[in-house]
DNA sequence: GCACATCGGTGGCGC
DNA sequence: ACCGATGTGC
């Protein structure tokens, strides 16, 4: 322990001397007094608290461009952790900007799981494994699982392996080996979970291969049992910070206390509030107990905000202030009044996806008494993906161009993963998982007994499938049109294994290590890998599978002619897979592109024309937009009942923080909306059920809140007699919010209608109806109650057939509004 | 082995 | 409603 102390005293000592003469800091004076603090308080363990748009990004960059520039550290030491590739990059540039030179030479910027690869390959026999361990997918990890099901017998019907995945998920993630998983999860996936867990570690390591929970996990077993490694790294690594640490796990947070044990310097920034993957395994502890758990911490808190007017502020704060379990912190702001938080009801959500549609044209053409908006400043962010389809179908009804954040990214489709599948195989021919992916892909005639046959002999020989394969086809163990196919297969991967390397130099006798990790022994590739990627794609049939077959007759009018797409779809995935080809050229060879695909998921931004942004909430995190429209606020679609039953207030928090989140992404507009009913699907009930508002609505502080008037419900205008049925309707909401909003309608001069009080059906008024009586709904019309469970009535409806419904939406048939 | 029909399950999504 | 996994008939 002293030498650790001796020794950073005389390093900094002599770095400070350095600093001392180097030039002054200009940075310091763009930060305010709290960032200034963040960036300046360099040794021991500090937390940032960094709220929504409080310049969080700029006090971290700027922390460790003071850390460089004061000679603390050099580059290669300050250990800088992130959870996206995307911020990693973001903040590789900005420290850039700010030291007016690219920072290329920091290697340990990095996501977490980038910076573990690294790590583990340096390391990776004391995890067993060899340094070119491959990286497994969840595909992959899926897989593999489902033959260790099948193998133990177990009906895969009533214990899916998608469950096996999850619960190996979230062991690794709290860091537990098999050995470790506590007795209390014996009974996990019907009490053989933790034997199959043994089992799935066994195989990764016969296959050489990892997957992303790994990366983590074997980091920290390594680091605990290997004193002396973990040492090595406690030293190098002389600061460490870590971005978005609220959203780190067990295993995460664990690896970085065993990296800072020593000088504990570790600055960690992140937000409670917006801690959003709870169901991910993040634990929102980690960061409410970093006082405990780095004694003599220091807090700072970033509170003032740079991104959302007052009333906005306003508007999250008193949502987030629900929340029980929070450090606390309370964001304010110097910018100008501007807009109240709007908040309108719709009948269903396809008049709410109407109404969004109509508002964002008036906002665009300044109609709304507001600056005119970009299609681009516009977001639209909502809690599930499937109300991105309602909004969608009206984007492309009325031509309004608009792009999904966040959608299957490029490199999960189908063919990209065939494709990388293919180079997997030509760069690490004994890549077992990647081999029977493509074996019969495109289709060769090797179905599932040829396939076992090639595994048969595989196992025979004790070597790879494609070893395996080799024999059989040499054997003639596979006949007719599958042998045929399988050879060609076989030789054309050893033909385009071998032009990865190109042609061999011999340097001298121990320089040349044929391990496929070190392609710089070898000397220049004949064709390029990106020539390369095309001739694997092209000769194995691949691309040739999703072009059209002519018919004889076309063949015989033209032997040559241009192949052209099977028909829409075929034609994308060629697109997708020249795409794929073309961003080749960013990597130095396959070897380089595949380490990237493992460990990358953005997706690729398209064109630039102005488009309206459609996103999830958990998408939208980290972005900003002038005006963002929040839909589908109704309790059980936001806060998610699921959510609400698997982890009851916790669960609520969450969805609490996630409205925080939506509602901070704004900068001058935020528009939130509900509907009355949605078309729901869970268990034996499949239909429209009537919503309520989200109680996150009642949370809303009402100073800073405007009513909007919803159009008429049938398209009429401000005095249609839709208007009033619908203001009728929305008035059963029976929440002190609803209530004060009702009441602020009046103040905005829409009275209140005549009809109410004898149309709505209080909640409290359910038993007044009786079987056989006649009732009229506003969407159904009329019909007969022959039937009441609860609040909820099944009337035949003359028109529409028989439906269960809500009992406040009906009205006896003498009370009907109009 | 392949094309089509049926059944079940269904949240958010990073590396 | 819709996707993917499985089952059925050719």
Redesign the pocket.
């Known amino acids: 322990m002293s030498s650790f102390d001796e020794n950073d005293a005389f390093e900094s000592a002599s770095l400070s001397a350095r600093a001392m003469a180097a030039r002054p800091m200009p940075y310091l004076d763009d930060l305010n007094p709290a960032q200034r603090e963040a960036v300046e308080r360099l040794d021991g363990p500090v937390l940032m608290l960094a709220g929504a748009g409080t310049g969080k990004t700029k006090a971290l960059t700027t922390r460790i461009a003071h850390l460089l520039s004061t000679g603390r550290a050099r580059p290669n030491e300050i250990l800088a952790v992130t959870?996206?590739?995307?911020?990693a990059r973001e903040m590789k540039e900005r420290v850039g900007r700010l030291l007016g030179q690219p920072a290329e030479g920091m290697p340990w910027l990095g996501?977490?799981?980038?910076i573990c690869?690294k790590l583990l390959r340096r390391h990776a026999e004391l995890a067993g494994l060899k340094s070119n361990f491959t990286i497994l997918?969840?595909d992959d990890q899926?897989r593999l699982l489902?033959q260790l099901v099948q193998a133990a017998n177990i009906d895969?019907?009533?214990w899916?392996a998608?469950m096996l995945a999850g619960i190996i998920?979230d062991w690794k993630?709290r860091a537990l080996t098999p050995d470790k998983v506590p007795a209390a999860d014996a009974g996990a996936y019907n009490n053989k979970g933790v034997d199959l867990y043994a089992q799935y570690q066994t195989r990764l390591r016969e296959l050489n291969a990892v997957d992303?929970?790994d990366?983590l996990l074997h980091m920290v077993t390594i680091f605990r049992t290997h004193p002396d490694v973990l040492e090595q790294y406690q030293r190098w690594f002389r600061y460490i910070l870590v971005d978005e640490y609220q959203d780190t796990?067990i295993a995460q947070y664990l690896w970085l206390r065993l990296l800072a044990g020593g000088h504990k310097n570790i600055c960690c920034v992140g937000d409670d509030d917006q801690s959003i993957?709870?169901?991910?395994?993040a634990e929102v502890g980690n960061i409410l107990r970093f006082e405990k758990d780095f004694p003599g911490a220091h807090v700072v808190r970033l509170e003032q905000n740079y991104r959302s007017t007052p009333h906005i502020l306003a508007a999250a704060s008193n949502v987030i202030r629900g929340n029980e379990s929070r450090l606390g912190k309370e964001l304010w702001t110097d910018k100008p009044e501007g807009e109240k938080v709007r908040l309108i009801g719709h009948w269903d959500a396809e008049e709410e996806a109407r109404w969004i549609c109509e508002e964002i044209d008036a906002m665009r053409s300044g109609t709304r008494g507001m600056r005119p908006f970009e299609l681009n400043e516009i977001a639209i962010m909502v809690?599930?993906?499937?109300?991105m389809?309602v909004l969608e179908d009206r984007f492309l009804k009325i031509g309004m161009p608009y792009r999904v954040i966040?959608g299957v990214?490029f490199y999960r489709r189908l063919e990209i993963r065939d494709a990388i599948a293919y180079f997997r195989v030509v760069v690490s021919p004994d890549n077992d998982l990647a081999f029977e992916r493509i074996v019969?892909t495109p289709?060769?005639?090797?179905?599932?007994?040829?396939?076992q046959t090639i595994q048969r002999t595989a196992r025979d020989h004790g070597v790879s499938l494609l070893q395996g394969a080799r024999i059989a086809a040499e054997q003639g163990l596979i006949k007719g049109k599958?042998g045929a196919a399988l050879r060609e297969l076989v030789d054309g991967l050893a033909r385009w294994n071998a032009m990865t390397r190109g042609p061999r130099i011999e340097i001298d006798d121990d320089s040349v290590i044929d391990n496929g990790a070190e392609p710089a022994r070898y000397g220049d590739p004949e064709v390029s890998h990106i020539e390369l990627a095309q001739i694997i794609l092209d000769e194995s049939g691949y691309t040739e599978s999703y072009l059209k077959p002519l018919s004889d007759e076309e063949l015989k009018l033209d032997p040559s002619p241009p192949r052209r797409p099977r028909d829409h779809e075929a034609a994308g995935r060629l697109e997708n897979l020249k795409e794929l080809v073309n961003h080749l050229g960013e990597f130095e060879n396959l070897q380089g592109f595949l380490e990237h695909v493992?460990?990358?998921?953005?997706?690729e931004q398209d064109n630039d024309e102005p488009k309206v942004s459609i996103?999830?909430?958990?998408?939208a995190k980290g972005l900003e937009f002038p005006a963002v429209f929040l839909p589908g606020w109704e309790d059980g679609l936001f806060p998610?009942q699921?959510?609400m039953d698997?982890t009851g207030l916790k669960?609520l928090e969450?969805?609490r923080r996630l409205a925080y989140v939506g509602i901070t992404r704004a900068e001058e507009v935020c528009t939130i909306s509900f509907a009355s009913n949605r078309?729901i699907?869970?268990?034996d009930f499949?239909g429209w059920q009537s919503m309520l508002p989200s109680r996150f609505i009642d949370e809303l502080p009402e100073d800073h809140v405007e009513v909007l008037t919803p159009p008429g419900l049938y398209g009429g205008g401000h005095s249609a007699p839709g208007i009033e049925t619908h203001a009728a309707q929305a008035n059963v909401y029976n929440s002190p919010g609803w209530k004060r909003m009702q009441a602020r309608q009046g103040q905005y001069g829409m009275s209140q209608p005549r009809e109410s009080r004898n149309t709505v059906i209080d909640a409290t008024a359910v038993a007044s109806f009786a079987l056989g009586e006649r009732v009229f709904h506003q969407k159904f019309g009329y019909g007969e109650v022959i039937a009441i469970e609860g609040d909820k009535v099944e009337v035949a409806f003359e028109k529409a057939g028989t439906k269960k419904v809500v009992a406040r939406f009906l009205s006896a048939k003498d009370d009907v509004p109009f």
């Open positions: 959870f996206t590739n995307k911020a996501t977490f799981h980038s690869v997918d969840t899926l489902k895969d019907k009533r899916p998608r998920d993630n992303f929970g990366l796990n993957y709870g169901w991910r395994g809690r599930a993906t499937h109300q389809k966040g990214p019969n289709k060769r005639s090797l179905g599932e007994k040829a396939q599958g493992s460990l990358v998921m953005d997706n996103m999830t909430l958990h998408a998610s699921r959510s698997e669960g969450e969805e078309l699907f869970s268990g499949k």
